[in-house]
């Protein structure tokens, strides 16, 4: 359980590129990092704008001086500092991960960057690459997986419990940009411009969730071939798509199936995953995330509950409050944060044995993102074919 006691023998000294004031998603950035006391946000550049990001820089009780108009003017001053930070979070533009990513890498920082982490499996292996080439990590931020529940259910498949997998059902199918909200939200417009997002919306944006947390319940099936059909409902978002379809083939014989949109009307978020096996399933939904649903064939359905004493130690390592409280994507997010700087200081001082075994979404996670997009979009563009998963 963690308990307020620090995972490592010192803070991170941290910088954001990113996730000022008008942000999505910066807060939670800065709230899940340094809630365990691993990180401690040293510097950032924090705006396009560089006097606002200056102002509120100040404002989180950031030096002004460490309060940069750039990120290649973060890198470049911190790097000449005693002091200077050592990891750096993204929080930008889909368009500039990669870019940022890279520079990031190249002055010896580790990364911890928000999916998807480019737009190209072939950026993606460049970023792996230099990973191994600088001794440094990126971590990608698939919040939902840090759900202590997730694990359980990755230790009960691993133990055999659901039989041989045969069917994966992954949903997230929300109906907030049912109308076309982007025409008077900022934050929102940039996401349904290929510019800014590449070559898809809902696929990238949606789908990579719970198709992470799919391949961390049961990480050894490897897709083999997909089908994707994707569609533009609200028109003005073409050729990016707002809805989408993919059916999947893994390795074992298993199928899989995705269901994205952000026009399923009513829907508040609509994030599933349900794993079936021969012998029993389990499903798990983001808006109930305190409980595991275990159905075995003609038995009663049983609800596994977040906190409590019969979990695996391995989702009890994740637990925050106990049982019965509910928990949320706050703590899911510290979750990852808190393994993201166990994974850094590991890899600082070379600890292999820990590393080895050591789960965090990782580059290769981001890599696989990106790489089931491409094939997705691929499939969509040839007639909703199927493709072969390369």
């Known amino acids: 359980m963690i308990n307020g006691i620090k995972p490592l023998d010192r803070s991170l000294r941290w910088g954001m590129v990113g ?7 910066g807060y939670i ?25 200056k102002a509120f820089g100040r404002a989180l009780g950031v030096d002004e001086n460490r309060c940069y108009a750039s990120y290649q003017a973060l890198f470049a001053g911190e790097a000449d500092r005693e002091d200077g930070i050592e990891a750096v979070s993204i929080a930008t533009p889909n368009n500039t991960h990669f870019e940022i990513c890279r520079a990031a890498l190249e002055a010896g920082l580790h990364v911890v960057c928000e999916k998807p982490l480019c737009f190209t499996s072939e950026e993606a292996q460049i970023l792996a690459d230099l990973c191994s080439i600088n001794h440094k990590i990126i971590g990608v931020t698939y919040g ?65 969730h719970p198709l992470f947390i799919a391949e961390t319940m049961v990480p050894e099936l490897s897709i083999k071939r997909l089908m994707c059909t994707r569609q533009s409902f609200v028109k003005s978002r073409a ?10 083939e893994y390795d074992n014989g298993a199928v899989g199936s995705m269901w994205c949109s952000a026009v399923n009307c009513g829907s508040m978020h609509g994030q599933k995953v349900r794993v079936i096996g021969s012998k029993a399933s389990l499903e798990w939904w983001d808006e109930q995330p305190n409980q595991l649903r275990y159905e075995v064939q003609g038995e009663p359905v049983r609800i596994i509950e977040r906190g409590m004493g019969y979990l695996t130690p391995r989702a009890l390592e994740e637990d925050r409050i106990g049982g019965g409280h509910p928990e949320g994507l706050f703590e899911a997010w510290s979750n990852l944060y808190r393994r993201f700087a166990i994974a850094m200081d590991a890899t600082d001082r070379a600890d292999r044995a820990l590393l080895e ?26 007639g909703a074919s199927w493709v072969e998963f390369r």
């Open 239 to 248: 050729p990016l798509e707002d809805n989408a379809y993919v059916l999947m």
């Open 357 to 382: 075994n050591f789960w965090y979404p990782d580059v290769h996670a981001g890599l696989q993102g990106v790489r089931w997009v491409e094939n997705c979009v691929r499939s969509a563009e040839s």
């Open 29 to 53: 950035h800065r709230s899940s990092a340094q809630r365990d006391g691993t990180f401690t946000l040293m510097a950032g550049a924090f705006d396009v704008d560089a006097e606002r990001g």
């Open 19 to 25: 996730g000022g004031g008008t942000s999505q998603i």
């Open 144 to 208: 939902y997986a840090g759900h202590q529940l997730i694990h359980q259910a990755r230790a009960m498949i691993a133990e055999g419990l659901l039989g041989d997998i045969r069917i994966i059902n992954m949903s997230f199918s929300h109906g907030f940009h049912n109308d076309a909200v982007e025409l008077d939200n900022p934050s929102t417009k940039w996401r349904v411009d290929p510019k800014y997002v590449g070559p898809s919306y809902v696929l990238g944006d949606l789908a990579t």
